[in-house]
C-alpha cells in the first residue's frame, strides 16, 4: 500500500462551477489522486484490472448457478405453474432494484478507509448465507414420481407429491437473498468499472466494460457446464439415472463465495482513504437529484427502460411449451446456453472490430427485429406440431445470440458513459435499477396478458387440441405485436453514437417536474409488480387474474 500525505484543498474560481467537494491526496510517487484512489489524468494508460475480472466472473458463476438451476427445479421438479415461475424470478429482479441504495452508499460512506471492497466483500457474505440456508431447508419430493426398473430410470405422469409447489415461496426467498447479496457487491464494483471506463482514451473507449462483460459470460459458460453434467436426472427433466441433487448443488456452490473473498482481499486494488472523511450523504443525494434533473440523463432512463421492457415480454406460454411441447430437457437447456454464450462472446468481438462507430439507433432496431422474427418462426413451427424437437427449439436462440450481445454492450456503453465524474456508481446503479425494474413490470405485465388466454397450466398442453395451439400461438403473437410497438419510440429515445449524446448533453436542459415525474413513475412500477408477484407467490391469491392465473 502506498503512503499518501493530503494535500491542501485547491480554490475553485467559480464555486457554480463545482459539482462535487474533492479532497486531493499525494501518493508515493508524488503524482495527484482523487479521493476514489484514481490518478488524476498523468496516466498513459491503465493497468488491466485483473482482479475487477475475476470478480465479475465469480459474480456470474454464482448468479447463473442460481438463474440457470431455476427451470430444471422449479418447473420440472416442482411443477410450478408459469405465472408463479415468472413471478418468482420476477421477485428476485425485484431486490435488484434496490442495489442503488449501496452504490450511494459506495460513492458516499467509505467503510474502514475503502469506498469499493467493504460492500464487495459484504455481498459475498451474504450470498454465503441465502445458498447455505437453502440448503438445510427441508427438501421436498418431486412432483411426479419416478420410475426405476431394468436398470433404467424414467418420469412418469403419476403425480408423487401435489403439494410440490408449496416449497417454492421459501426457496424463492433464500435464493432470492443470495442474489441480492449478488446486487449488493455487484453495485460496487460496478462503481469501479466506470471509474476505469471514464479513465480510457477515446480510442480505448469501451474496452474495460467489454473485457468485463466477455468475464462474466465465461463464468456463465463455466456454470452452464457443470450444471449441465450433473443437474440432468429424470425428476429435473433430464435423462440420465446419476448425477446430483439440487440440494447437493446448492451446498458445493455455497464453497464459492468464501473463494470470491479471498480474491476481493487480495487482488481488487483500490487506495486507501487515510482522511477518514466521508462525502455529505445529503448533498451527495442532491448532486444525484441534479444528475437526474438532466434530459439526457432522463432519456437514457427511458430508452433503457423500454428496450428492456419491449425485449423481455414474453408469452408465458413459452414457459410451458419448452417443458410439454418441445420437452427440453436441462442438459439441453444447459447445452445451448453455452452456445449462446460463445455467439454472445462473437457478438460483442463483432460490435468492438466492426460495428463500434455505427449509429446505436440502426443497431438497436435491426437487431430486436431480428431476435423476434426468428423466434416467432421456431414458435410457429413447434405449436403446430410441424416439428416439435428440443434441439431445434433453440435454433431461435442460436440467431439472436449475436445480435443480442451487440444489443447489450450498446445499453451498457450507453449507461457507462452518461454518468458525471464523482457520481460513477451512483448513477450507474440508478440507471442498472431502471434496467432491472423493466423485468418484473414486464413480466407481470405478460402474466396477465397471458391470463386472457389461459396458457401457465398444464392442461392445454396435454390436451393438445387445434384450438389449444391456436390460442398459444394467439398469445404469443400479442407479445410480438408490443415489440412492434415499442420499437418507434425506442428508436427516437437512443442517441446516435457517443458524439450525439455528448452534443445532447450540452445542450440538454434541467427540469425539476420531470425528475420528480420519473421517480414517482418508477415508484409506482416497482410498487405494481411487488404487489403483483406478492400475491402471485402466496397460495391462496396467486389464481387472480390480475397475477396470470384462471381467477379464484
Known sequence: MSTVQQLDKPKFEDESELQVEVTYYQNDRGSEIEENGDEKKDESGLKTPFGLYGHYFLQSFLKTFINGTTYAFLVQYLNTPSHIYKAARSSWHILWTFKFVFAILSDVVPLFGYRRKPYIIFGWVVVFLGLNVAF?????????????????????????????VDSVWIYTILLGLAKFGVAIMDCAADGRLVELTRRETAAARGSV??????????????????????????????????????????????????????????????????????????????????????????????????????????????????????????????VFRVVSLFLHAIGIFVYRRFFIHTSWRYLACIGILFCMLPNLAVEYVVIFDHFRNQYFYFADDVLEAIPEGILYIIVMRIASEVCGDKLEGSLFAVLMSVYTLALPVSSSMSNFMGAFFDVSYDDRYLNDSANDRIVVFASVLVSCAVKVICLPVIYLLLPKQSSHLEELRKKGSNSTKNAVLFIVFCCSLLTYST????????????????VGGRGC
Not at 414420481?145 to 412418469?156: F, G, K, L, Q
Not at 403483483?532 to 389464481?543: E, G
Request: with cysteine; aromatic share 12%.
Open 136 to 164: 438445510w431447508v427441508p427438501y421436498p419430493r418431486p412432483y411426479y414420481e419416478v420410475s426405476h426398473a431394468n436398470d433404467s430410470c424414467e418420469r412418469t405422469e403419476s403425480v408423487g407429491n401435489s403439494d410440490a
Open 209 to 334: 466494460v467489454s473485457y468485463g462483460h466477455l468475464m462474466q459470460k465465461v463464468g456463465v459458460f463455466v456454470t452452464s457446464l457443470i450444471v449441465m453434467v450433473t443437474l440432468n436426472l429424470p425428476e429435473y427433466g433430464g435423462d440420465f439415472c446419476f448425477g446430483l441433487s439440487y440440494r447437493t448443488l446448492l451446498l458445493c456452490f455455497s464453497l464459492f463465495p468464501i473463494l470470491a473473498i479471498i480474491l476481493t482481499v487480495v487482488f481488487i486494488t483500490e487506495d486507501r482513504i487515510l482522511s477518514g472523511e466521508s462525502r455529505n450523504l445529503k448533498r451527495w443525494l442532491s448532486l444525484l437529484f441534479n444528475k437526474l434533473k438532466e434530459s439526457t440523463s432522463l432519456r437514457v432512463a427511458a430508452f433503457i427502460f423500454l428496450y428492456v421492457f419491449a425485449y423481455n415480454f414474453r408469452s408465458p406460454a413459452t414457459i410451458r411449451i419448452q417443458s410439454k411441447w418441445a420437452k427440453v430437457s436441462p442438459m439441453t437447456l444447459a
Open 531 to 546: 404487489t403483483v408477484t406478492i400475491l402471485a407467490l402466496n397460495k391462496n391469491t396467486s389464481c387472480l387474474v390480475v
